[in-house]
């Protein structure tokens, strides 16, 4: 089992910055991929971007190539969402999810099944 906790949401103004976090405890030894998706009211979850364990490796949204940036510092088992640039459709909450390759249920994205899943925080971007 793997717990994610994700912070740093928050309302900010079109343009602006934000930095998303996410701590994970549990089974971290595993050494899994990790992810950020977000759902906006009414829409359904889309990924957002990820990153392998090494951080060697990483992929993103078309829609946010180029203003986020996904970096993880395994000695604290965290990772991290940059926002840049943000925009009033970035308005989602926000989820961290982590690689799981036992899960039953899972949801792939960029060839990682992630089964692991944070609570998620709010990004609410005004005009």
């Known amino acids: 089992q793997v717990q994610l906790v994700e912070s740093g949401g928050g309302l900010v103004q079109a343009g602006g910055s934000l930095r998303l976090s996410c701590a994970a405890s549990g089974r971290t030894f595993s050494r899994p991929a990790m992810g950020w998706f977000r759902q906006a009211s009414g829409k359904e979850r889309e990924f957002v971007a990820t990153?392998?364990?090494?951080?060697?490796?990483?992929y993103y949204a078309d829609s946010v190539q180029g203003r986020f940036a996904i970096s993880r510092d395994n000695a604290k088992n965290t990772v991290y969402l940059l926002l840049n640039s943000l925009k009033p459709e970035d308005t989602a909450r926000y989820y961290c999810?982590?690689?799981?390759?036992?899960?039953?249920?899972?949801?792939?994205?960029?060839?990682?099944?992630?089964?692991?899943w944070g609570q998620g925080t709010q990004v609410t971007v005004s005009s």
């Open positions: 999810a982590a690689e799981c390759t036992s899960c039953i249920t899972t949801v792939q994205a960029m060839g990682v099944p992630y089964g692991y």
């Open positions: 990153i392998n364990w090494s951080g060697g490796r990483t």
